[in-house]
């Protein structure tokens, strides 16, 4: 089996955190302990639409010292692929649901000196377990993050109740920007640097980390890229020696698990590279769309992440 | 300079080509005839870098000093320190580490042994050793670790080697350990004492 063993739930409870968050809390049906996980770790919900399978990952907020249960928060996000959307409109508690084990690609690097968390938005659901795991093991952090609003801002009181002096608010409607050029200049040390929220604040905290002069090994990013909606495609299947029709809202690796073949994934964020796949034959242009693979792997047209990009052309033909 | 054999050990300890790195600061730490590492990093630096950047070298012992001191004070770097010896650099070594900032680029340069004692200073201050810089130059002897007795034997040239601290004769591998800045050791003559293989210099 190449994914992995997944995890029966019932949805314990919704919460609205606020008009766009709502929180998911999941348990087993029999209320034993779910998987330990690290701060930082995602699971895959799956969802039954439909007809359709989707599977989304979301990082794990809840404390990484409770596994009682396992807590995402989940932003409504209307132009998306509709996963968000099934979440805040289907999901009741009571329901049934399927989860994978927790993976963390986000964790803490525990040789740190000091730990430096940049959050904007809803990137700060991997700190809230982060934090938790801190506060138990010890270890100097800080975090500083960023929200449009107040109102918009989620767990907000209950950092500042945690965090309190470790906690920088930046608040948008208030004009207020994080200083990255500053914070990046003046970190002791041994400090590692993490960074989880919307691609372009991303960007910027890798940029300017780079142009000071930071070792990479000592930055760490999280952008589960929502695999974009787009317009549908078919692709040949080399070794299963079938074609899939890819729809404008499902992604090329649930169109091979929608025609029964048992492709590779983890993150299905396009960050981990399980599901790398060698392209055979391209007549047309793939649009890549994950955090995996190297520039010259990209031009040279050989190498394709199914979980997240995709094609637009005459003829693509990848082994799988 | 002398090459380094690439060995099969995946913690052998691998040594690139000190590149002028876009960073706010820059430290520069090195040994003996590490200093023309640093002379030619400088020459491929864009202006104002060594304005910002601190040296610290060390002079000895294996290279005589062939007034490289005074060829590195004169690239005007903006703090320069000389000591005795690796070993001897260490405590401000340490002191410099304690101030840096992450946005200091760190290129270490000189002997095998130099080397070990810089980037494990580096690596307790919390640094990452794949975030540091480091070049080759100068002696293969190695600081080894006797996995027995657990003691160091500085300045190893021989294999086998000769254990400073309990005697055994070692067989020196090319096992590394980035934790205590030394290759491993293991007694080669455990089951017969009486069979002594010549040593040869192997690491010179």
Same mark, same amino acid.
């Given at each position: 089996?190449s994914?992995? @063993?997944? %995890? +029966? ?8 955190v ?6 998911f /809390? ?22 039954q ?24 928060s989940?932003?409504?996000d ?23 084990p927790p993976?963390?690609?986000?964790a803490?690097d ?26 138990r ?16 801002? @989620?767990? %907000? +009181? ?15 409607? /208030?004009?207020?920007?994080m200083?990255?050029?500053t ?5 002791p040390?041994?400090?590692h640097?993490?960074?989880c ?19 990479e090994s000592?930055?760490?990013f ?12 078919s692709?040949?299947?080399?070794e299963?020696g ?8 499902q992604t ?8 029964g ?32 693979l ?14 997240v ?12 | ?12 300890p ?11 600061e ?6 003996g ?5 640093v ?13 910002q ?5 060390a002079?000895?012992p ?15 770097f ?12 260490v ?18 340069t000189?002997s095998?042994?130099a ?14 050793y794949?975030g ?11 600081r ?18 000769t ?9 020196v ?8 800045g030394?290759?491993q050791?293991?007694?080669i003559?455990?089951?017969d ?6 040593k040869e210099?192997?690491?010179?």
């Amino acid at each position: 089996m190449s994914t992995p @063993a997944a %995890i +029966d739930v019932v949805v314990s409870e919704v919460v609205e955190v606020n008009s766009l968050i709502k929180r998911f /809390h999941f348990k087993r049906p029999d209320g034993a302990p779910l998987p330990a996980f690290s701060g930082g770790a995602h699971i895959i919900i799956e969802m039954q639409d439909g007809d359709q399978t989707r599977r989304v990952p979301y990082s794990l907020m809840s404390s990484p010292l409770d596994t009682s249960d396992y807590q995402c928060s989940i932003r409504r996000d209307d132009e998306g692929r509709g996963g968000s959307l099934y979440m805040h409109r289907e999901v009741v508690p009571g329901m049934q649901m399927t989860i994978s084990p927790p993976a963390n690609l986000f964790a803490l690097d525990l040789r740190a000196n000091k730990h430096l968390m940049i959050a904007g938005g809803i990137g700060i659901t991997p700190f809230l377990a982060q934090s938790s795991q801190l506060e138990r093991t010890g270890g100097q952090y800080e975090l500083h993050y960023g929200v449009r609003s107040r109102e918009l801002g @989620a767990y %907000i +009181d209950e950092l500042q109740d945690r965090l309190q002096h470790r906690l920088h608010m930046y608040y948008d409607e /208030h004009n207020e920007a994080m200083d990255f050029d500053t914070l990046l200049s003046t970190q002791p040390a041994g400090t590692h640097l993490y960074v989880c929220g919307p691609a372009p604040m991303i960007e910027k905290v890798l940029d300017t980390a780079r142009a000071a002069g930071w070792p990479e090994s000592h930055v760490h990013f999280e952008h589960f890229s929502k695999a974009p909606p787009g317009e549908a495609f078919s692709a040949e299947l080399s070794e299963s020696g079938i074609s899939v029709e890819v729809a404008r809202e499902q992604t090329l690796l649930e169109a091979m698990e929608a025609a029964g073949v048992d492709a590779p994934y983890l993150c299905r964020g396009g960050a981990c590279g399980q599901c790398e796949t060698d392209v055979v034959e391209c007549d047309g242009e793939i649009m890549h769309e994950d955090f995996w693979l190297e520039d010259d792997e990209r031009a040279s047209g050989k190498k394709i992440m199914p979980c997240v990009s995709r094609f637009r052309g005459k003829r693509l033909v990848i082994a799988r | 300079m002398s090459s380094i054999r690439y060995a099969e050990f995946k913690s052998r300890p691998y040594y690139g080509v000190l590149e002028p790195a876009s960073a706010l600061e820059h430290l520069i730490v090195a040994e003996g005839e590490g200093a023309h590492a640093v002379m030619e990093l400088v020459a491929k630096a864009p202006a104002g870098f060594t304005s910002q950047a601190t040296l610290l070298y060390a002079e000895g012992p294996y290279s005589p000093d062939n007034g490289n001191t005074e060829a590195l004070r004169e690239l005007g770097f903006a703090r320069f320190h000389t000591s005795a010896t690796a070993a001897a650099a260490v405590p401000r070594l340490e002191g410099a580490l304690e101030r840096l900032k992450m946005s200091t680029e760190v290129y270490l340069t000189g002997s095998e042994s130099a080397l070990s004692i810089f980037v494990k200073a580096c690596t307790d201050a919390g640094l990452d050793y794949q975030g540091l810089q480091t070049e080759h130059r100068g002696s293969l002897a190695r600081r080894v670790q006797c996995v027995h007795c657990k003691g160091i034997t500085e300045n190893v040239t021989t294999q086998p080697a000769t254990c400073a601290h309990c005697g055994l004769l070692l067989l020196v591998r090319d096992h590394y350990s980035r934790r205590i800045g030394a290759f491993q050791g293991v007694n080669i003559n455990a089951e017969d004492p009486s069979d002594i293989p010549a040593k040869e210099e192997m690491f010179r």
